[in-house]
């Protein structure tokens, strides 16, 4: 059984600083890659920055420069910094990774979800 847990999600004020971690645990034979989403109140979930396990990133033109993603291997674990925070932010945060449990069947798991509030 795989889980993905996630934290450091909570309350910060426009132009603060958070960091998510989600934690990939359980039977992994190989995790692939690791991405985060987000689902702002009443919208669509939507992709916030991904990540290969070879390093190759993505990320959405409304959090370049202020967003890093990254991810602990050994830990398989993956990182999202987020600075400069904006309201606009707001929305719950999921972890999403694609891991072979066993060799050669991939398929994609999802966190429990954090909550990311940025107040004005």
């Known amino acids: 059984q795989v889980q993905l847990v996630e934290s450091g999600g909570g309350l910060v004020q426009a132009g603060g600083s958070l960091r998510l971690s989600c934690a990939a645990s359980?039977?992994?034979?190989?995790?692939?890659?690791m991405c985060w989403y987000r689902q702002p109140p009443g919208k669509q979930r939507e992709l916030v920055a991904s990540?290969?396990?070879?390093?190759?990133?993505i990320s959405a033109d409304s959090v370049k420069g202020r967003f890093t993603i990254s991810r602990d291997n050994a830990k398989n674990t993956v990182y999202l910094q987020m600075n400069s925070l904006k309201p606009e932010d707001t929305a719950v945060y999921y972890c999403?990774?694609?891991?072979?449990?066993?060799?050669?069947?991939?398929?994609?798991?999802w966190g429990q979800g954090t909550q990311v509030t940025v107040s004005s």
């Open positions: 359980g039977r992994i034979y190989r995790l692939n890659s």
């Open positions: 990540m290969t396990s070879a390093g190759t990133t």
């Open positions: 999403n990774a694609e891991i072979e449990a066993v060799r050669y069947f991939n398929r994609a798991y």
